[in-house]
């Protein structure tokens, strides 16, 4: 056969084998898109929390165990999000790779001892992982530091949690529907009235830079105190006391919820937490409690007047 005739032979079959295959090329596009796919969603992973900071992850900021929860949060959020890459990118390539019309005889695998051995200790590998990471960041959750120089001078206290050197500022948390009430001082969740501890309604008072303790209670049925920017959510079980702590790392006025639904108006069971400076605390706490005591004889000049008219009865 003439080299002329024989080019012209092979070109045809090259043009029949290439009309045969139509889907060659998006086949090659679909790899060469793939690498491409892995990069964006990489960079989604590594731009998401400047983009959705204290969106996708709890509050953080306002005090030190409330940015271990943020960081141990983040820490396993990033971990399964790698995880749930790598097993939707093997069962997107699975499903291109092995479809139907590349390979219309379906293959019977029956095991692979390997590939199964390896995903087993993979998965054990990153369960001790998150265990070792969540049991290296529990203490500094769990429990309180000592406040800081700057923070309100305080005395010694064996209630707990303590801080290491036991000092602390107690403040008693009294939820019941639907509002917060807030005692400050030791013994608060003994006895409050007797001693005329001073106290305070749905927005809490405390100074800066110091350790606050608080002892959690409720009067009725479970409520929840949660301010996210200051810690994990605690619950008020009617008959218990709980307690946790933390301590504002600056001043400002922080928003919380009760975070257990406790009936018709739950939604109205607001808290928030006003951060001021030790002087400004020990001012408000002396003005709280001027005013509590002038309206503790008010109280008693009318009990004594009423009593007088005999119009409380016996």
């Known amino acids: 056969m003439p080299p002329a005739l024989r080019h012209d032979v092979n070109a045809a079959k090259s043009r029949s084998r290439r009309r045969e295959r139509p889907g060659r090329g998006r086949r090659i596009r679909l790899r060469g898109a793939i690498p491409v796919l892995v990069v964006v969603l990489a960079g989604s992973l590594v731009l998401a929390p400047a983009a959705l900071a204290n969106f996708i992850s709890p509050k953080s900021g306002g005090s030190p165990n409330a940015n271990q929860i943020h960081s141990l949060y983040n820490i396993i959020l990033y971990m399964a999000a790698i995880v749930a890459v790598l097993v939707e990118g093997a069962l997107l390539y699975s499903v291109f790779r092995f479809r139907a019309k590349k390979s219309p005889v379906a293959a019977q695998i029956h095991g692979n001892t390997r590939l199964e051995i390896g995903w087993t200790v993979a998965a054990a590998l990153i369960l001790v992982v998150l265990t070792v990471v969540t049991f290296i960041k529990l203490p500094s959750i769990v429990n309180p530091p000592n406040s800081d120089a700057g923070g309100l001078v305080l005395s010694a206290s064996v209630n707990e949690p303590t801080p290491p050197n036991g000092k602390k500022l107690d403040v008693c948390i009294q939820g ?68 946790t702590w933390f301590k504002a790392l600056h001043t400002g006025k922080f928003r919380g919820q009760c975070a257990q639904l406790c009936g018709t108006n739950h939604a109205a069971m607001i808290a928030f937490v006003k951060v001021v400076t030790p002087e400004q605390y020990q001012s408000w706490l002396a003005r709280q409690k001027a005013l509590i005591s002038a309206q503790n004889s008010q109280v008693g000049t009318l009990r004594a007047v009423l009593t007088a008219q005999n119009q409380l009865g016996n």
Do not use: E
């Open 176 to 243: 019941r529907q639907f509002i917060w009430r807030y005692v400050y001082g030791n013994g608060c969740n003994h006895d409050p009235f007797t001693p005329r501890l001073p106290y305070s309604y749905t927005t809490m008072v405390v100074p800066v830079h110091t350790t606050v303790v608080l002892t959690i209670q409720s009067t009725d049925v479970i409520h929840s105190w949660w301010v996210p920017s200051l810690g994990g959510k605690v619950d008020a079980v009617p008959g218990y006391t709980t307690y």
